[in-house]
T-cell receptor, first 114, second 116 residues
Framework: NAGVTQTPKFQVLKTGQSMTLQCAQD?????MSWYRQDPGMGLRLIHY???????DQGEVPNGYNVSRSTTEDFPLRLLSAAPSQTSVYFC?????????????FGPGTRLTVT | AQSVTQPDIHITVSEGASLELRCNYSYGATPYLFWYVQSPGQGLQLLLKYFSGDTLVQGIKGFEAEFKRSQSSFNLRKPSVHWSDAAEYFCAVGAGVTGGGNKLTFGTGTQLKVEL
């Protein structure tokens, strides 16, 4: 099992550009989530999904879109990047079939918006 | 809504000394609690978790944590710190559709420095 994979590892964007951060998991997990990590603020939930076709907003959803067309993939889209979106982004997956509801995190994508 | 407080932003301990990192949570139901560790430039690694049963839980790398409902705390401890434990530590509480782990709320983290 590869677990949770994220691409790219690093990305530099100019203000106003768009891009998609990719996230995939091979554990057949129903739940997937996106977090951003900023210094001194811990990780904050952006969007999450409880299954294919079902998504919802987290704590900081503005400026981000998600969709979940398959169980495996959960891409995060930035439609018009802003410097405030400079951050490290983590994708995670989990399953209600696991009694501890442990979330498995990907290695992260470091995004810089200039 | 749930919240997590890690009151110590930075902690410095000597190698071989004991360690306690504090975590207080706010959640209306029985919490699912986690401690993660993050080394510089790395992702998050789960140290331990609590969701029911024995209030003292053991984790990897010699860490343990004790759930105290009356104090709304889930402090992380290690009897003897090693230089390789230097990292940032995050406490998190889980909630969501199932009350479990698909929506985590994290504390702001505690940066641990180990002096040799």
């Amino acid at each position: 099992n590869a677990g949770v994979t994220q691409t790219p590892k690093f990305q530099v964007l100019k203000t106003g550009q768009s891009m998609t951060l990719q996230c995939a998991q091979d554990m057949n997990h129903e739940y997937m989530s996106w977090y951003r990590q900023d210094p001194g603020m811990g990780l904050r939930l952006i969007h999450y999904s409880v299954g294919a076709g079902i998504t919802d907003q987290g704590e900081v959803p503005n400026g981000y879109n998600v969709s979940r067309s398959t169980t495996e993939d959960f891409p995060l889209r930035l439609l018009s990047a802003a410097p405030s979106q400079t951050s490290v982004y983590f994708c995670a997956s989990s399953s209600p079939r696991e009694s501890t509801y442990e979330q498995y995190f990907g290695p992260g994508t470091r995004l810089t918006v200039t | 809504a749930q919240s997590v407080t890690q009151p110590d932003i930075h902690i410095t301990v000597s190698e071989g000394a004991s360690l306690e990192l504090r975590c207080n949570y706010s959640y209306g139901a029985t919490p699912y609690l986690f401690w993660y560790v993050q080394s510089p430039g790395q992702g998050l690694q789960l140290l331990l978790k609590y969701f029911s049963g024995d209030t003292l839980v053991q984790g990897i790398k010699g860490f343990e944590a004790e759930f105290k409902r009356s104090q709304s705390s889930f402090n992380l401890r290690k009897p003897s710190v090693h230089w390789s434990d230097a990292a940032e530590y995050f406490c998190a509480v889980g909630a969501g559709v199932t009350g479990g782990g698909n929506k985590l709320t994290f504390g702001t983290g505690t940066q641990l420095k180990v002096e040799l």
